[in-house]
Nanobody, 120 residues
Framework: QLQLVESGGALVQPGGSLRLSCAVS????????IGWFRQAPGKGQEEVSC????????YYADSVKGRFTISRDNAKNTVYLQMNSLKAEDTGIYYC?????????????WGQGTQVTVSS
């Protein structure tokens, strides 16, 4: 059974950093693209970043370029989202999802989400 579990969400002050983790099981991580999405209160879902493989290209939304970094550790079956210089508008529920390639919405498999709140 394919599963994704996010962790690392927290309350952080503006300008701070967080690292989200997406632990996957039931499939070989390198066979799938992993995307990070977020949903702010009262808004639709937004794709934040996506990685196809350890050697593949990555995608970042314009709103997070230069601040967020996606990475993957195939040995640990985990994908990370390092978030720096956080802003209030980064607040939301962050989800990781899996599919065979990036640019697909909705992706086939989703985690339950982790809350990120950026506030002073």
């Amino acid at each position: 059974q394919l599963q994704l579990v996010e962790s690392g969400g927290a309350l952080v002050q503006p300008g701070g950093s967080l690292r989200l983790s997406c632990a996957v099981s039931g499939f070989t991580l390198d066979d799938y693209a992993i995307g990070w999405f977020r949903q702010a209160p009262g808004k639709g879902q937004e794709e934040v970043s996506c990685t196809r493989s350890a050697r593949g290209s990555t995608y970042y939304a314009d709103s997070v370029k230069g601040r967020f970094t996606i990475s993957r550790d195939n040995a640990k079956n985990t994908v990370y989202l390092q978030m720096n210089s956080l802003k209030a508008e980064d607040t939301g529920i962050y989800y990781c999802a899996a599919d065979k390639k990036c640019g697909v919405y909705p992706m086939d498999y989703w985690g339950q989400g982790t809350q990120v709140t950026v506030s002073s």
